[in-house]
């Protein structure tokens, strides 16, 4: 069970990992893209700026899950040092049971958010309605939830190892 949930979760964080990539990708382009229209050829194009906002929204949301999945969010390091073995554990289970209840709350009033931004429309994109930009955080909240409890399970302490 603990393998094939670890499986599960890997192939959902890296997931994630990528679409954060594509994200950064498309901002980027967009940027660019922006930047030529505006003062090479003094057209400017409106609707680059509200994707490339929303694709940075939708980036850190899809990217947060690898960063709880590395151990490198809520972080207690110097406690998490200083403590015997079963301690750790313990602070291991405090962590994860904060970041899932935060978590829990971005995802509860994501959902809210999204549903009732719904009925707006994109400036720049009249024809795009907000809920495609809201609805980043819970669905980055699930990705989330399932990289929190993939740390749980088989902690990585990666920010630690690179401390100094």
């Known amino acids: 069970m603990k393998k094939a949930f670890l499986l599960f979760e890997r192939g959902t964080t890296f997931a994630a990992l990528l ?3 594509a ?3 498309i901002a980027s382009a967009l940027g660019m893209f922006q930047i030529v229209t505006r003062f090479v050829l003094e057209q400017p194009a409106e609707w680059t700026e509200v994707l490339i906002r929303f694709s940075l929204i939708w980036m850190v949301f899809l990217a947060i899950p690898s960063a709880f999945r590395q ?7 110097v406690l998490y040092r200083w403590s015997p073995p079963r301690v750790r554990r313990v602070l291991d289970y405090i962590v994860a049971l904060a970041a899932l209840a ?3 709350v971005i995802i509860w009033w994501g959902w809210d958010y999204a549903q009732r931004g719904g009925v707006q ?3 720049g994109l009249e024809s795009v309605s907000m809920f495609w930009a809201y609805v980043a955080m819970p669905v980055g909240g699930v990705f989330s939830v399932i990289g929190i409890l993939g740390n749980l399970v088989d902690p990585q302490r990666l920010e630690l190892e ?3």
């Open 71 to 77: 151990g490198a969010m809520v972080s207690v390091d």
């Open 19 to 21: 679409g954060a990539c």
């Open 102 to 104: 935060l978590i829990g």
């Open 121 to 123: 429309s994109m400036a």
């Open 162 to 164: 690179t401390a100094q």
């Open 23 to 25: 994200m950064l990708v």
